[in-house]
């Protein structure tokens, strides 16, 4: 086998647990982390939906490394990964402005990715970065569809969830073969691949 499963270290539940404990939370910004809890509160199971601690952490890592000064995102929700992205923002950052953007965060429907990736070139500078959310769907990207119609069998939005499956594929092809920017797929949260503009 060409690839090295054994250098994927994410291995149990208990490991990701440990990750959040002795890391993620413990650097959490206080407002961060009253905002999660309230959407954890007032959304029940569909708090899921914000990016999770670890994730949001990674990205504003890079947003401090690039120096990122101007960002956009699509896909809000309660707003976990845009506050994330406004506490890494130097005082003299900007959101939402129309021009030339350093950064760009996409976690909204999977079958409109392709069509975001065209508008966003053209407002992401070259060297900046378009992230893009969920690039691993639950880790269906890499089932079979008899394994997906036997894992959700009677699952009230089967057909939905198939269907974003089959679109976050397609998507993870495309990207893979966009010459206009370098990607990295990284296996953080739900996955997140990071395209960096090249021309
Ligand atoms: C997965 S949630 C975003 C979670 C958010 N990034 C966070 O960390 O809390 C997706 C959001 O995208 C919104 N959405 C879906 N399609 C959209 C579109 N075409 N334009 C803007 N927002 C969209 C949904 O209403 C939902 O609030």
Redesign the pocket.
């Known amino acids: 086998m060409a690839g090295e499963p054994e250098k994927n270290i994410l291995k149990t539940p208990a490991l990701l647990e440990y990750i959040f404990q002795t890391n993620s939370y413990r650097r959490e910004h206080e407002q961060l982390k009253e905002l999660r809890e309230a ?1 954890v509160k007032n959304y029940n199971q569909s708090s899921v ?3 999770p601690v670890d994730e949001g952490q990674l990205l504003s890592m890079l947003l401090k490394v690039m120096n990122a000064k101007r960002t956009i ?10 506050l994330t992205t406004a506490l890494a923002l130097p005082a003299d950052g900007h959101e939402k402005e129309i021009g030339t953007f350093d950064f760009a ?1 996409v ?3 999977k079958v ?1 990715f392709k069509k975001y990736h065209e508008q966003l070139l053209k407002l992401v500078k070259i060297g900046g970065v378009i992230a893009y ?2 690039t691993l769907w639950s880790g269906t990207v890499a089932q079979t569809l008899e394994e997906l119609h036997q894992n959700l069998n009677d699952h009230p939005s089967r057909d939905m969830l198939i269907k974003a499956r089959n679109d976050t594929q397609d998507f993870n092809t495309f990207i893979a073969n966009d010459p206009r920017i370098e990607s990295s797929l990284v296996s953080i949260g739900d996955g997140v691949t990071l395209c960096r503009r090249v021309y």
Do not use: I, P, R, W
């Open positions: 959407t939906m914000g990016v995102e699509v896909g809000v929700f309660t707003g976990y990964s845009l965060f976690d909204a429907m409109d959310d969920n």
